[in-house]
């Protein structure tokens, strides 16, 4: 049987990217994310490619639709978790709980659920490989990030103390943390508002969904004794969540 790489939030952006990276890599795929016509498009995409794709349409913030879904999977050799977001940019006494909820409910309960279901048939079979998707604002709390960055704080802690817990069982847990990446993320953080979201990137080439895939292709097929446990990617152009050269032409 071909290897199979679960990637979840594949309808968009590192997701997507991944799945179709992983597909050329080799792997079978299973894609999740809530836009059943997203997946649609993808698994016809991958299977182009050459690879099965199995689509799974739920939202990772209900528990029961991750046992639903998940738990029927046999073999996992390789998954990542991804689906998250930003909700809001705003001060602390600005904020909605309602993107409160979702950032925490999505970014740290969403990958708990998953990572339990996965990790449980992971460590019977002895081996596999978790990438769970950080960010720099995971070690760098910003102004107007309070709850977002929380959650990626989360995410890295998470992410070491797992990879102690399953340290005996042969699965290996990496950890990327990118700065900037050009997807739906602007998009999504600040409501749908396109205009704002692009000025975001405004004179300066952000990462791409296939720069961070290269790099989960390039951990999983390191060899068995290597592990890349925490991996920071930046555009050039950035330093840290608060340092970002733009170049912009002056009229
Ligand atoms: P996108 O918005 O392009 O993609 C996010 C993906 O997550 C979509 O496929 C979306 O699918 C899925 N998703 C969101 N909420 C849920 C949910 N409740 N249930 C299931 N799937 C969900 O953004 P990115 O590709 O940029 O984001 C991917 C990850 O990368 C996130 O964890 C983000 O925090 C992280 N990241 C992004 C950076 C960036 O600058 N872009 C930098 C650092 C980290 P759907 O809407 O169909 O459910
Ligand atoms: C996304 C990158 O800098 O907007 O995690 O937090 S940042």
Same mark, same amino acid.
Request: net charge neutral.
């Given at each position: 049987m071909k290897k199979q790489a679960i990637i979840t939030g594949a309808t968009s952006g590192i997701g997507r990217a991944t799945a179709l990276r992983l597909a050329a890599l080799g792997y079978d795929i299973v894609a999740t994310g809530r836009r059943a016509d997203r997946l649609e498009t993808l698994r016809r995409e991958v299977e182009q490619a050459g690879a099965a794709c199995r689509t799974l349409c739920f939202d990772v913030r209900s528990e029961e639709e991750c046992e639903k879904y998940l738990d029927p999977i046999e073999?996992? +050799?390789v998954l990542v978790n991804n689906a998250g977001l930003a909700a809001g940019l705003e001060h602390i006494d600005r904020g909605s709980t309602a993107d409160w909820d979702a950032m925490i409910d999505t970014n740290v309960k969403g990958?708990?659920?998953?990572?339990r279901i996965v990790s449980r048939k992971m460590v019977a079979a002895g081996s596999g490989h978790i990438i769970n998707i950080g960010s720099i604002a995971g070690t760098e709390p910003y102004e107007n990030g309070a709850v977002y960055c929380a959650s990626k704080h989360a995410v890295h802690a998470i992410s070491q103390a797992m990879r102690a817990d399953l340290l005996a069982s042969g699965v290996?847990?990496?950890?990327?943390?990118?700065g900037m990446v050009e997807t739906e993320f602007s998009l999504v953080r600040f409501h749908g508002d396109r205009e704002r979201a +692009?000025?975001?990137y405004d004179g300066v080439t952000p990462l791409t969904g296939d720069d961070i895939a290269e790099a989960i292709a390039w951990i999983v097929q390191l060899p068995?004794?290597?592990n890349v446990n925490d991996m920071v990617l930046m555009p050039a152009q950035q330093a840290g969540a608060y340092y970002t050269c733009k170049k912009i032409s002056k009229p």
């Open positions: 073999q996992v +050799d990958l708990l659920y998953v990572t290996k847990v990496s950890e990327i943390r990118p +692009d000025r975001v068995a004794h290597m």
